[in-house]
């Protein structure tokens, strides 16, 4: 059964580049309301906790040195089927491959930089939520 909550943190090259606002807008015109946000600078610890189930493969101390680089902008969003609608929004994590007008397409430079995460599953946007908000910051 699909929810109506996901995450998404605006990593560190998006918030860099200035693309902060115009991410934020283009959330809110696809239709989802943004429930819960802040931005904040992930420790390696919080990093390699949000990550740890990419511990084992060889991308992993990068995505962490990349991720604990420069501010994230973290928020819980609110739709219906918002998991896969969200998805794709923000489109294929390869930019080159992702579709035109999706936030990657637009705002990525690399698979690496790649500008935005998006839950992948309910159970994720659950965890990923609570990670981030604690109960009183969550509505």
């Known amino acids: 059964m699909a929810t109506n909550k996901t995450l998404t943190m605006i990593k560190p090259d998006a918030v860099k580049a200035g693309h902060t606002g115009a991410i934020l807008a283009q959330i809110n015109e696809a239709g989802f309301r943004i429930v819960a946000l802040k931005m904040t600078q992930l420790s390696t610890a919080a990093a390699e906790r949000f990550y740890a189930v ?7 101390g990068e995505l962490v040195e990349f991720m604990t680089s420069g501010p ?20 294929s994590t390869n930019p080159a ?7 990657r397409a637009k705002y990525a430079t690399s698979i690496g930089e790649n500008a935005i995460h998006g839950s992948d599953s309910d ?9 981030h908000f604690a109960g009183l910051e969550q509505f």
């Open 54 to 60: 990419h511990k084992e493969r060889p991308f992993f």
């Open 72 to 91: 994230i902008v973290a928020a819980i969003l609110e739709k219906d089927n918002a998991v896969a609608d969200f998805r794709t929004l923000i489109g």
């Open 97 to 103: 491959e992702a579709a035109e007008g999706t936030i």
């Open 123 to 131: 159970e994720n946007a659950q965890i990923e939520g609570d990670f």
